[in-house]
T-cell receptor
Framework: AQTVTQSQPEMSVQEAETVTLSCTYDTSESDYYLFWYKQPPSRQMILVIRQEAYKQQNATENRFSVNFQKAAKSFSLKISDSQLGDAAMYFCAYSGTSGTYKYIFGTGTRLKVLA | DTGVSQNPRHKITKRGQNVTFRCDPISEHNRLYWYRQTLGQGPEFLTYFQNEAQLEKSRLLSDRFSAERPKGSFSTLEIQRTEQGDSAMYLC?????????????FGPGTRLTVL
């Protein structure tokens, strides 16, 4: 069975600085998807960034980028130029490439942005 | 674009009562998921529908839980004889078959409190 681990329950970053959130996963599959979702307080989860396992190039979306290390089964999220609006819970999620495509989530990292 | 909607947003009930939640997915999405999120945890998969067919149920979904998706549109999740352990946020998500990446769009959730 696949598992996703986020070992940082909480992280803090100064406004305009850079922060990296960690995620490791375990799977025996060779093709899969990885996602980072953001859950602001009392608001719905929104997709931040996604990565296909067969692509070696790391995904980037504006200030958000990932460091995908397939052999190490690591998928970290880097947020550059942090903004107050980045404060939220961040969840790492795994999905296979067949069947239901259900997500397996980590336990989340709460990011605080300090003014 | 109305996104995924869920009703009610909050539900307080007494132990032993039945409750029903509704999810309205994005209209062209044929895949629908229910997840449960307890405090300090990431969402956990409960069940999956493709159109009107319920194709997978998690072992978390005891026989007190039932879900439907008539005509492949909205979905309902019913919990019979609620227990205090059922207190959680119940999230609905939908996605469409679009290329290789099946991004899920989440609703705001229904927060259930069982007294």
């Amino acid at each position: 069975a696949q598992t996703v681990t986020q070992s940082q329950p909480e992280m803090s970053v100064q406004e305009a600085e850079t922060v990296t959130l960690s995620c490791t996963y375990d799977t025996s599959e060779s093709d899969y998807y990885l996602f980072w979702y953001k859950q602001p307080p009392s608001r719905q989860m929104i997709l931040v960034i996604r990565q296909e396992a067969y692509k070696q190039q790391n995904a980037t979306e504006n200030r958000f980028s990932v460091n995908f290390q397939k052999a190490a089964k690591s998928f970290s999220l880097k947020i550059s130029d942090s903004q107050l609006g980045d404060a939220a819970m961040y969840f790492c999620a795994y999905s296979g490439t067949s069947g239901t495509y259900k997500y397996i989530f980590g336990t989340g990292t709460r990011l605080k942005v300090l003014a | 674009d109305t996104g995924v909607s869920q009703n009610p947003r909050h539900k307080i009930t007494k132990r032993g009562q039945n409750v029903t939640f509704r999810c309205d997915p994005i209209s062209e999405h044929n895949r629908l998921y229910w997840y449960r999120q307890t405090l300090g945890q990431g969402p956990e998969f409960l069940t999956y529908f493709q159109n009107e067919a319920q194709l997978e149920k998690s072992r978390l979904l005891s026989d007190r839980f039932s879900a439907e998706r008539p005509k492949g549109s909205f979905s309902t999740l019913e919990i019979q004889r609620t227990e205090q352990g059922d207190s959680a946020m119940y999230l609905c998500a939908s996605s469409e078959d679009r290329g290789r990446i099946y991004e899920q769009f989440f609703g705001p959730g229904t927060r259930l409190t069982v007294l």
